[in-house]
């Protein structure tokens, strides 16, 4: 998975709790994007990064904020869950903003 | 809004025929074009990215059209081998640094 990790990998958390999921990638690319998948919808895009500490808002960022104080880390974090915030959050990274991405193995949230 | 349509959700082929896959986009009009391959628990990976001047590129098995009148792309894989069974994501240039995807086309090679 091209120097991505994601962590954890699975969380199950109850509706109200805050959440932060972790991205973190060895390949030193500027760019890193927080990307969510649901059945029916595809892959939707929740924010993105351009820089350390350049951010900016995609698709569907409501009930989501990010932070990237290092390049190599991309914070999400859900400040009080939903359970419609269920779902399996990918990461990916890439060159520039017109490259190719190359994607993480995935979280799988639940939110009960 | 834009609009991104894989015409098939899922689409069952015998090994060793050709497997063409349908993307087709409104209110779009995109720079580029991307293709992805999505395993059952994994994340996507990138197969190729065809750029609004290409007609055409090609990989290995792997061809892909861009037709920017139609506003379309036609994903090819040649021999078709049941390893390629797998969702295959389209996606599209959104804005300045994001794209959008597909919902994938899901398909089953049959030995």
């Known amino acids: 998975d091209a120097g991505i990790t994601q962590s954890p990998r699975h969380k199950v958390t109850e509706t109200g709790t805050p959440v932060t999921l972790r991205c973190h990638q060895t390949e030193n690319h500027r760019y890193m994007y927080w990307y969510r998948q649901d059945p029916g919808h595809g892959l939707r895009l929740i924010h993105y990064?351009?820089?350390?500490?350049?951010?900016d808002k995609g698709e569907v960022s409501d009930g989501y904020s990010v932070s990237r104080s290092k390049t190599e880390d991309f914070l999400l974090t859900l400040e009080s869950a939903t359970s419609s915030q269920t779902s399996v959050y990918f990461c990916a990274i890439s060159v520039t903003g017109a490259s190719e991405q190359y994607f993480g193995p995935g979280t799988r949230l639940t939110v009960t | 809004s834009q609009k991104i349509e894989q015409n098939s959700e899922a689409l069952n082929i015998q090994e060793g025929k050709t497997a063409t896959l349908t993307c087709n986009y409104t209110n779009y009009s995109p720079a580029y074009l991307q293709w992805y391959r999505q395993d059952p628990g994994r994340g996507p990976v990138f197969l190729l990215l065809i750029r609004e001047n290409e007609k055409e590129k090609r990989k290995e098995r792997l061809k892909v059209t861009f037709d920017t009148t139609l506003k379309q792309s036609l994903f090819h894989i040649t021999a078709s081998q049941p390893a390629d069974s797998a969702t295959y994501l389209c996606a599209l240039r959104g804005g300045a640094n994001n794209l959008f995807f597909g919902t994938g086309t899901r398909l089953t090679v049959i030995p």
């Open positions: 990064s351009y820089g350390v500490k350049d951010t």
